[in-house]
């Protein structure tokens, strides 16, 4: 990809995946969302970050999935970002 998104762009696109292909019908979430508070298990969270991986053509380095950056769809974004300037 040769424009990065922003941060804003990446948000949308992790919520709107995120509540079509893991969360059940009828539960809110947003940006600011802990992903625990929903229901979001490890195993959800590999399938966020290959979505991550696939949507944007990177690698999320190891040393990023630490938990402070796994919280919410914003968390996640930021990690995101850090990486497409790498």
Known sequence: MNIHPNIETICKELCSFISTHILA???ALD????????GIDSFSLIEIVLFIERQYGI????????P????SVETIANCTIQQLKA
């Open 59 to 66: 690698v999320l380095a190891d040393d990023s999935l630490i």
């Open 31 to 38: 940006k600011h969302t802990p992903l625990s508070s929903v």
């Open 68 to 71: 402070e950056n796994l919280k």
């Open 25 to 27: 019908e009828g539960i």
